[in-house]
């Protein structure tokens, strides 16, 4: 059954990174990729220049788009691959929204900056919204220095409080079959002490819902999240992150603390965004 990806780009390096990672991703899976770029305009600019200028803008998107097409038809040859370009006038969320809909998106994959994105930040504004605001399928984040290679340890860090649904774990299983990576399910705790039963409780349901894959669990005392993630990448040689993002707790628990700042591993390592498909 063929996988239908989104790829978002601005025609940055970034973004024709993570075409590159994407393909190289799903090289052994029949995919149809849609390469998507948007454009918009300041809607209070003088209407004889707004018609100017949104010609000149649609053709510079589809010039674009025919450029990537021309250059993916060249270095990936696999014909069980598929590519369509979509350029729309539009805000890239909304964009993104539609598409994921109406052509039934299994997953997007962009980079975690875009052309216009500070150095300063771990992730750009469109990255963020697109993991936080795309709520029915997974977003999968590049960045811009993460070269593929064959993925083998997948890291999924939890405090075991969230009730898990299996069909939360899909694109994870997915991704862990196709590469044949183990899951490292990580538990970070700031104090020494054990499980209480509900935590128990949903680690069961991990074990049930990871039969058939490589998966091992693990827990680090008296560390905070972040840097016990940080030794536990370095220590495993973690080559994804993958996370269940409730809303904002993503984005509150990881990416907004200052402390993130010195990590390393946000700038290699690609990280997968599921979803609590109940917020």
């Known amino acids: 059954m063929k996988k239908r990806i989104l790829l978002p780009t601005d025609f940055s390096e970034n973004a024709m990174n993570a075409i590159d990672y994407s393909i190289e991703l799903f090289k052994n899976e029949q995919c149809d990729f849609y390469i998507l770029n948007t454009y918009t305009i300041d809607?209070?600019?003088?209407?004889?220049?707004?018609?100017?200028?949104?010609?000149?803008?649609?053709?510079?998107?589809?010039?674009?788009?025919?450029?990537?097409?021309?250059?993916?038809?060249?270095?990936?040859?696999?014909?069980?691959?598929?590519?369509?370009?979509?350029?729309?006038?539009?805000?890239?969320?909304?964009?993104?929204?539609?598409?994921?809909?109406?052509?039934?998106?299994?997953?997007?994959?962009?980079?975690?900056?875009?052309?216009?994105?500070?150095?300063?930040?771990?992730?750009?504004?469109?990255?963020?919204?697109?993991?936080?605001?795309?709520?029915?399928?997974?977003?999968?984040?590049?960045?811009?220095?993460?070269?593929?290679?064959?993925?083998?340890?997948?890291?999924?860090?939890?405090?075991?409080?969230?009730?898990?649904?299996?069909?939360?774990?899909?694109?994870?299983?997915?991704?862990?079959?196709?590469t044949d990576a183990a899951i490292r399910i990580l538990h970070v705790s700031d104090q020494n002490q054990l499980l209480d039963e509900d935590q128990k409780n949903n680690k069961k349901l991990l074990e049930e819902y990871f039969i058939g894959l490589k998966y091992s669990f693990h827990i680090l005392h008296n560390n905070n999240v972040q840097d016990g993630l940080s030794i536990f990448i370095q220590n495993e040689d973690i080559d994804m992150i993958s996370f269940i993002n409730k809303k904002h707790s993503f984005f509150e628990s990881i990416l907004s603390k200052p402390m993130v700042k010195k990590l390393g591993y946000h700038s290699k390592i690609p990280v997968l965004t599921l979803h609590d498909f109940r917020n």
């Open 43 to 178: 809607e209070f600019t003088m209407e004889l220049t707004i018609t100017k200028n949104l010609k000149e803008l649609e053709e510079q998107s589809k010039k674009g788009l025919y450029k990537i097409l021309e250059r993916v038809s060249v270095t990936d040859e696999n014909i069980n691959h598929n590519f369509f370009i979509v350029s729309r006038r539009d805000n890239l969320l909304t964009a993104m929204k539609d598409i994921v809909a109406k052509r039934d998106i299994e997953m997007v994959v962009m980079g975690t900056k875009g052309r216009t994105d500070s150095r300063n930040k771990i992730y750009g504004s469109n990255t963020v919204l697109a993991m936080e605001k795309i709520r029915n399928c997974p977003v999968l984040a590049i960045p811009h220095r993460a070269i593929y290679k064959e993925i083998k340890e997948i890291a999924f860090p939890t405090n075991y409080r969230t009730h898990f649904k299996r069909r939360e774990f899909q694109y994870l299983a997915d991704i862990a079959k196709m």
